[in-house]
Nanobody, 125 residues
Framework: QVRLVESGGGLVQAGASLRLSCAAS????????MGWFRQAPGKEREFVAA????????KYTDSVKGRFTIFRNDTSNTLFLDMNSLKPEDTAVYYC??????????????????WGQGTQVTVSS
């Protein structure tokens, strides 16, 4: 099991930037995919971005391409999500997730077995 602790959420105005962090511990991440999902009130949890830990493969949902960047720090086993040009529709609880690399597409919640507690991001207009 991978333990995940997110931080970095907050309340910002539209157009601002935030950096989310996810500290991972408990397992070697070499064979893991890690991702960010978000869930707005009344909506299903949706994919935001993912990275295959052992490589540089990254994937993003269309609505955040060019604005969000997922990256990692191998030394500290920390996953990051840089979010720029934030929009009110980005408002949600953001979750960090980890899962062993498999044939399940990383855009699916089923690809991930371990989840953090979530961090709130609120973007005002």
């Amino acid at each position: 099991q991978v333990r995940l602790v997110e931080s970095g959420g907050g309340l910002v105005q539209a157009g601002a930037s935030l950096r989310l962090s996810c500290a991972a511990s408990g397992r070697t991440l070499r064979f893991y995919s890690m991702g960010w999902f978000r869930q707005a009130p009344g909506k299903e949890r949706e994919f935001v971005a993912a990275i295959i830990w052992s490589g540089q493969t990254k994937k993003y949902t269309d609505s955040v391409k060019g604005r969000f960047t997922i990256f990692r720090n191998d030394t500290s086993n920390t996953l990051f999500l840089d979010m720029n040009s934030l929009k009110p529709e980005d408002t949600a609880v953001y979750y960090c997730a980890a899962g062993l690399v498999s044939t399940i597409p990383v855009a699916s919640v089923r690809a991930f077995s371990d989840w953090g507690q979530g961090t709130q991001v609120t973007v005002s207009s």
